[in-house]
């Protein structure tokens, strides 16, 4: 059994199901310029369609009430609400698209979970130095609280910023993603100190002037793998397994669980590696100010994206400078486990259980959201999805577990994603849907998985058992 009030939903962000890029006063945001930018996409595709949600969010729903859902992650557009970035340019018709999707959701006893910022940044803030110019952070803090005063009448649970460390690493240190920029070894930790400074900011302003009056809750949507060692009787392999674990979760939720600081582990293998480079300047892990709103206790909820798991050991660090000379180790499949459509996804859902212990052992047994965790598919549609199906049953049993035996506080489970969308890179290659959307349709028909099925009939029994007792 799971908590009476769990929270059982499905995800989605802005880019990748709206469409709508330029419609009725939406600007550019950084993935409409990169995806325009011919070769950096999976054959060229782009988010400008979409699932064309911005104009058929009736649908949306309807497949939210297929699947039973008590509550849905989206993200806002930050473009499509202030075009400029800022707040001297409001909007007025990406407030109402927002009204009317918020509305509609609890009208039909769906709890919205609303992420300010997945991936897509106003061109016009990336044209003024993006996240890597310290200003970002309070142009963010002025956002959130524009959108906290504007919609947190009705939205309770909040996320500041999605994945902070995919869009630092694939959008500043290897280029794969949005703005593009390959700078390794330097911009990707000065973007995730900004994304941290941004969400503090903008949770000190929730706790100080929203929350007493629409009784929220903020966190920050951590993503990362289940880590264990090759060999667990090698210290190396053990010592490499917490250095990377430091690198991905520690990263960003040290600070905001543990110390206010990021892991110790994980500075002095930076600041190592930094003098075997000879490299001459400022620390390249930057340092908090005290003069800013402190960033531990900046989350009320821990919120973690779970997709795959992986052995580490020793070494596997490049010669040049960069993150993954700085970590310093090297991560494997298992054999044994099923990889499914996309080849970085081993499926591990016993994994998910570790994280989830290891988070509650480590970060002082938070309560947490499973804000993100699919199955990919891709080649030939497969609409009877049989190993997804296994996959959700298999999953969510080890959720279970997690709560039953190990006794971890886990609030909900978000599966990814609600619709096969715009998996960024790989374009429409990638399907992650709970609903297939035929691209090739101009009407963009939504048609469920067995998955879905499943998914849904999972909710079903739960809630009818609930309402047994």
Partial sequence: MFPRDFAWGAATAAYQIEG???????????????????????????????????????????????????????????????????????????????????????????????????????????????????????IFDNYAKFCFQTFGDRVKLWLTVNEPSVCAKLGYESGKHAPGLEEPGTAAYLVGHNMLRAHAMAWHSYNTLFRSEQKGKVSLAINSDWLEPVDPHCEDDVAATERDLAFTLGWFAWPMFVSGDYPEIMRSAIDSQSEKMGYVGSPRLPTFSKDEPGILGSADFFAVNYYTSRKVKAGGGAGQMSMKSDCDVEEIIDPSWLISGVSWQAVVPGGLRKLLKYIKDTFNSPAIYITENGFSQMGPLQMEDVQRCVFYKDTILEVAKAIQEDEVDVRGYFAWSLLDNFEWAEGYSVRFGLFHVDFCDPELRRTIYKSGQEYAEIIKKHRGALDKK
């Fill in 20 to 138: 709508g890029w330029q419609a009725d006063g939406k600007a550019a945001s950084i993935w409409d310029t990169f995806s325009h930018d011919k070769g950096r996409v999976f054959q060229d595709h782009n988010g400008d369609v979409a699932c064309n949600s911005y104009m058929l969010r009736e649908q949306d729903l309807e497949c939210i009430q297929q699947l039973g859902l008590t509550h849905y992650r989206l993200s806002f557009s930050w473009a499509r609400l202030l075009p400029h970035g800022t707040t001297q340019h409001v909007n007025h018709k990406g407030v109402e698209y927002y009204n009317n999707v918020i509305d509609e959701l609890l009208a039909n006893n769906v709890s919205p979970m609303v992420t300010l910022y997945h991936f897509d940044l106003p061109q016009a803030l990336q044209d003024q130095g993006g996240w890597k110019c310290a200003g970002i952070a309070p």
